[in-house]
């Protein structure tokens, strides 16, 4: 276990490759796929020693209005990955995401690989189980996904060390994945330019984000940071899902030099007062609880989603 007051990683990370398709020996390749619709990047994080790879936080697209999944964005992936002649060891998810639908047993169906979430899922199923009014066929144990990674956990993507890092706040299931000199931290920081993570969902809290953001800017500098989202930022023209540790503690613009636990949490709290729902929060946290799975069929075959009212 790694304590929050404590060096997150008691080995030094190896040296930083440069941009995302860099490919030094040792480190960590890094291929992108990113979701307009959803503002969201799945990250194929491949070691290029033995080519395995682990897939991060990947989309199921979904038409709310007709009610319609399809694999667009996960059939990249999959051309991705296949092209590469890729194995895959890891379906990874940071978190259960409100803003867009996983894709991890989609995925997981064409090209294998071991699912795996946060122990703390347990929480976010118990909470959701309730709000949504899931009965006893809804196992809130953790069950859909095949492994719940504890804080500190150590595990490998082929030849490469990695570790599980616990860092709630947004939710209290939030994880982030260090692989070689690489962070995949799901929604905790935003670009420099852009800030932080809303808090504002059940189970959020600003303070423990705050810490666990601290959590993370404890690792080197040149720690490369592959973020879960972007919403581009004023004056910014462009798309980016990659920085550093060293650029997010100097230029973060919540949580720069300066910012006390204090004044983040009034800013975030006040800031999130003002934020509507997220477009697809409904059905995504009611599919992502289950791992991705749909719910199961009804009598008639065909498989439905809640919209509890007037509850968020």
């Given at each position: 276990?790694?304590?929050?007051?404590?060096?997150?990683?008691?080995?030094?990370?190896?040296?930083?490759?440069?941009?995302?398709?860099?490919?030094?020996?040792?480190?960590?390749?890094?291929?992108?796929?990113?979701?307009?619709?959803?503002?969201?990047?799945?990250?194929?994080?491949?070691?290029?020693?033995?080519?395995?790879?682990?897939i991060i936080d990947s989309v199921l697209d979904f038409d709310p209005a007709s009610g319609r999944t399809s694999t667009g964005c996960a059939d990249q992936v999959i051309a991705y990955v296949e092209a590469a002649g890729l194995a895959v060891e890891w379906l990874l998810e940071t978190h259960v995401h409100a803003d867009h639908l996983s894709a991890a047993p989609y995925l997981q169906e064409r090209l294998g690989g071991t699912l795996a979430i946060g122990r703390d899922i347990l929480t976010v199923q118990s909470v959701f189980g309730s709000i949504f009014n899931e009965g006893p066929d809804f196992a809130r144990d953790g069950s859909q996904f095949d492994h719940l990674l504890e804080d500190g956990e150590r595990f490998r993507l082929g030849?490469?060390?990695?570790?599980?890092?616990?860092v709630p706040g947004h939710t209290?299931?939030?994880?982030?994945?260090?692989?070689?000199?690489?962070?995949?931290?799901?929604?905790?920081?935003?670009?420099?330019?852009?800030?932080?993570?809303?808090?504002?969902?059940?189970?959020?809290?600003?303070?423990?984000?705050?810490?666990?953001?601290?959590?993370?800017?404890?690792?080197?500098?040149?720690?490369?940071?592959?973020?879960?989202?972007?919403?581009k930022a004023p004056d910014r023209d462009r798309f980016v899902w990659q920085t550093t540790i060293g650029e997010e503690r100097r230029d973060n613009v919540h949580v720069h030099p300066g910012i006390t636990e204090d004044a983040f949490a009034a800013m975030r709290e006040a800031r999130d007062a003002t934020l509507g729902m997220p477009r697809l929060i409904l059905p995504s946290i009611q599919i992502n609880?289950?791992?991705?799975?749909?719910?199961?069929?009804?009598?008639?075959?065909?498989r439905y989603l809640k919209l509890p009212l007037n509850s968020l």
């Open positions: 276990m790694v304590g929050a007051g404590s060096s997150m990683i008691d080995r030094p990370l190896t040296a930083a490759c440069g941009i995302a398709e860099a490919a030094a020996p040792g480190c960590v390749h890094v291929h992108t796929v990113f979701d307009e619709a959803t503002f969201t990047a799945t990250h194929i994080a491949r070691d290029p020693a033995t080519g395995k790879a682990a030849s490469l060390d990695a570790i599980a890092l616990h209290p299931a939030d994880m982030a994945y260090i692989i070689g000199d690489t962070a995949f931290i799901g929604d905790t920081l935003f670009m420099p330019d852009y800030g932080t993570a809303r808090v504002d969902f059940p189970g959020g809290d600003a303070r423990t984000l705050y810490r666990s953001i601290h959590r993370l800017l404890a690792l080197p500098d040149q720690t490369r940071v592959f973020l879960c989202h972007d919403y609880m289950r791992g991705g799975h749909l719910p199961e069929p009804e009598d008639n075959g065909t």
